[in-house]
């Protein structure tokens, strides 16, 4: 037990270390502010409301594996108005953003979005989707979307529903985030309405950032097939209950997450949308069977690499550095591993930490004596 524990406190410091900062939310914040500003100042004839999707707005933002690499900031932009054509829809956005001397150089059409690519000093990219309200907006939050499949195809409609799956998301955490948030303003001596939002991380987001680390590093030869976040991120939800701890809900996801898999009239796996029975996060894996088979070999390696995993269980803290590195990255762990050692010389000092004949480390008093180490780098 105590060694399980000792993972989830490894995978809770792991989840902190791949975050974004608290500075870089505030950039990317600023910088889709200020699109969404232009867009409404040059659509002069209909209001636009942006807002972000994904994982920005879900709190499971990680970084890049590498420092060169971006991360996406998925956008929403909603116009008001009813448009009877899809690319009308589509170019409302596209073609004001084509005038700006800021955006227009960093600008690519997707088959659903409009990417803006920053410089490499930001770090990420922008991914803004135009959108309207469907006629059932007010009821489902539904709304209207455009898709072109390549450059030979036509414009369609499809629908989307980014804010009804936050609520759903959001309603899922709802007891664990408060009280981790009332215990977060007991410790701090604050009010409960003062706790900033960016502080309380649930068990289920730290969870699905740890599962996204470890798929980046898995896939990060064949990025084109790893299993997508949306997938993870709903079949993570469904399962958690706000009981468990991040050991535990990567061992139920591991071996429950078969339970949430359905089967279309076709035969077909289907993951649905919570929230809009007609989507199917699955929809690509008919004609691109790689996806589906990647994602059933990354379940059954995922179970073995952070849930039974032997070196993690049982070995010392020599073994279980190499394999948290190999897991989850060199650099980052070894950031990891530095914060350890520097809170461990600090608790040291006060007396307060000891050396287990295992080699890991415990409050409780032994007669082995800490002695400096470098664990953590080679």
Same mark, same amino acid.
Request: glycine share 2%; proline share 3%.
């Given at each position: 037990?105590?060694?399980? #524990?000792?993972?989830?406190?490894?995978?809770?410091?792991?989840?902190?270390?791949? !975050?974004? *900062?608290?500075?870089?939310?505030?950039?990317?914040?600023?910088?889709?502010?200020?699109?969404?500003?232009?867009?409404?100042?040059?659509?002069?004839?209909?209001? @636009?409301?942006?807002?972000?999707? $994904?994982?920005?707005?879900?709190?499971?933002?990680?970084?890049?594996?590498?420092?060169?690499?971006?991360?996406?900031?998925?956008?929403?932009?909603?116009?008001?108005?009813?448009?009877?054509?899809?690319?009308?829809?589509?170019?409302?956005?596209?073609?004001?953003?084509?005038?700006?001397?800021?955006? *227009?150089?960093?600008?690519?059409?997707?088959?659903?979005?409009? %990417?803006?690519?920053?410089?490499?000093?930001?770090?990420?990219?922008?991914?803004?989707?135009? %959108?309207?309200?469907?006629?059932?907006?007010? #009821?489902?939050?539904?709304?209207?979307?455009?898709?072109?499949?390549?450059? /030979? *195809?036509?414009?369609?409609?499809?629908?989307?529903?980014?804010?009804?799956?936050?609520?759903?998301?959001?309603?899922?955490?709802?007891?664990?985030?408060?009280?981790?948030?009332?215990?977060?303003?007991?410790?701090?001596?604050?009010?409960?309405?003062?706790?900033?939002?960016?502080?309380?991380?649930?068990?289920?987001?730290?969870?699905?950032?740890?599962?996204?680390?470890?798929?980046?590093?898995? +896939?990060?030869?064949?990025?084109?097939?790893?299993?997508?976040?949306?997938?993870?991120?709903? =079949?993570?939800?469904?399962?958690?209950?706000?009981?468990? /701890?991040?050991?535990?809900?990567?061992?139920?996801?591991?071996?429950?997450?078969?339970?949430?898999?359905?089967?279309?009239? /076709? $035969?077909?796996?289907?993951?649905? &949308?919570?929230?809009?029975?007609?989507? &199917?996060?699955?929809?690509?894996?008919?004609?691109?069977?790689?996806?589906?088979?990647?994602? +059933?070999?990354?379940?059954?390696?995922?179970?073995?690499? =952070? @849930?039974?995993?032997?070196?993690?269980?049982?070995? &010392?803290?020599?073994?279980?550095?190499?394999?948290?590195?190999?897991?989850?990255?060199?650099?980052?762990?070894?950031?990891?591993?530095?914060?350890?050692?520097?809170?461990?010389? !600090?608790?040291?000092?006060?007396? /307060?930490?000891?050396?287990?004949?295992?080699?890991?480390?415990?409050?409780?008093?032994?007669?082995?004596?800490?002695?400096?180490?470098?664990?953590?780098?080679?």
């Amino acid at each position: 037990m105590e060694n399980k #524990q000792n993972i989830d406190a490894m995978y809770r410091k792991i989840a902190a270390e791949i !975050e974004i *900062s608290e500075t870089q939310a505030e950039k990317a914040k600023e910088s889709y502010e200020a699109v969404g500003n232009y867009l409404n100042n040059n659509i002069k004839q209909y209001d @636009v409301r942006i807002f972000p999707q $994904g994982s920005f707005m879900l709190g499971t933002v990680i970084k890049p594996i590498s420092d060169k690499d971006e991360y996406d900031i998925d956008l929403v932009a909603t116009i008001d108005n009813k448009f009877t054509r899809a690319k009308e829809l589509k170019n409302i956005v596209g073609d004001v953003l084509k005038t700006s001397d800021r955006y *227009s150089e960093k600008l690519e059409e997707g088959k659903r979005c409009w %990417t803006i690519q920053y410089s490499e000093s930001a770090n990420y990219h922008m991914d803004i989707l135009p %959108t309207m309200k469907s006629d059932t907006y007010f #009821q489902n939050k539904k709304l209207i979307m455009t898709h072109k499949e390549d450059e /030979n *195809s036509d414009y369609e409609f499809r629908q989307t529903n980014p804010e009804a799956y936050y609520d759903w998301f959001v309603k899922r955490m709802e007891e664990e985030k408060k009280k981790l948030t009332q215990e977060y303003a007991i410790r701090n001596k604050i009010e409960i309405v003062e706790v900033p939002e960016y502080k309380i991380k649930t068990t289920l987001q730290i969870a699905i950032e740890i599962l996204k680390r470890y798929r980046d590093i898995k +896939f990060k030869d064949t990025p084109d097939i790893k299993p997508i976040s949306i997938i993870l991120t709903t =079949l993570m939800a469904k399962i958690y209950t706000g009981k468990e /701890n991040v050991y535990e809900l990567i061992e139920k996801f591991s071996r429950e997450y078969v339970l949430y898999l359905e089967k279309d009239e /076709n $035969g077909n796996v289907l993951i649905q &949308n919570p929230v809009n029975e007609n989507e &199917n996060f699955a929809d690509k894996w008919p004609s691109n069977p790689e996806r589906k088979e990647a994602f +059933f070999k990354f379940m059954d390696e995922l179970r073995h690499d =952070l @849930v039974t995993n032997k070196v993690l269980l049982e070995g &010392n803290l020599r073994e279980q550095a190499d394999a948290y590195k190999k897991l989850f990255g060199e650099n980052m762990v070894n950031k990891v591993y530095e914060s350890i050692a520097k809170s461990t010389r !600090e608790e040291r000092e006060k007396s /307060n930490i000891y050396l287990k004949e295992n080699g890991n480390l415990t409050t409780e008093k032994t007669d082995i004596t800490v002695r400096k180490h470098n664990f953590y780098g080679k």
